[in-house]
């Protein structure tokens, strides 16, 4: 069966610009999670969709957002790029209590 | 809110040797889930083990089993008989199974595998 897929795989891209990224989960899982991963930070949550309806978000400005489109899929975009922003993001899939995560998108801001 | 402790930020062991990666958690919930993630270099995050607040046993799966002590809100990984594959980052998370679903991860620890 398909896994998760995150689109693209790298990106370099340079401040004040903004950024999408995609991430297509299993199918038949509607729940969708993202995840921003810095050596500093760790991996912190960002927000969680849900047949097409944002249910928890986190700590994030408000500069990150994200949407769920009707087939699950869902995106997320970062506007007025920050240095900070170069990260790892990662997308997880959910059903009941299982969480299979994408390959995740490397950005780079410069 | 829910917490995860991980004390070890990174750990040496011979190949074949077995290894416990400790993880400490916090939540007032009384369902909630825990996992263990493996992540490579290549930055993949790649599902081990589950358990469940309610489950009676211990998890295994192949290599890896869960020493979960409920009282202590300690969840530890053990991996038998390691392998150089094994050498990656570790992570410990939690999610509340009720409600939105998200993961709370720990630190991770970081397990390097000598031959």
């Known amino acids: 069966k398909a896994g998760v897929t995150q689109t693209p795989r790298y990106l370099i891209k340079t401040r004040g610009q903004q950024v999408t990224l995609s991430c297509s989960p299993i199918?038949?899982?509607?729940?969708v999670s993202w995840y921003q991963q810095t050596p500093g930070q760790g991996l912190q949550f960002l927000f969680e969709y849900f047949s097409e309806t944002q249910r928890n978000k986190g700590n994030f400005p408000g500069r990150f957002s994200g949407r769920q489109f009707s087939n699950s899929r869902s995106e997320m975009n970062v506007s007025t790029l920050e240095l900070g922003d170069s990260a790892l993001y990662l997308c997880?899939?959910?059903?009941?209590?299982?969480?299979?995560f994408g390959s995740g998108t490397r950005l780079t801001v410069v | 809110a829910q917490k995860i402790t991980q004390t070890q930020p990174g750990m040496f062991v011979q190949e074949k040797e077995a290894v416990t990666l400790d993880c400490t958690y916090d939540t007032s919930d009384p369902s909630y889930g825990l996992f263990w993630y493996k992540q490579p270099s290549s930055g993949e995050m790649i599902f081990l083990i589950y358990q469940g607040s309610y489950d009676q046993q211990n998890a295994t799966e192949g290599r890896y089993s869960l020493n979960f002590q409920k009282a202590r809100k300690s969840a530890n990984l053990v991996i038998s008989a390691s392998q150089l594959g094994d050498s990656a980052m570790y992570f410990c998370a939690i999610s509340i199974i009720q409600g939105a679903q998200k993961l709370v991860f720990g630190q991770g620890t970081r397990l390097t595998i000598n031959p």
């Open positions: 199918s038949g899982h509607r729940s």
């Open positions: 997880a899939s959910s059903r009941d209590d299982g969480y299979t």
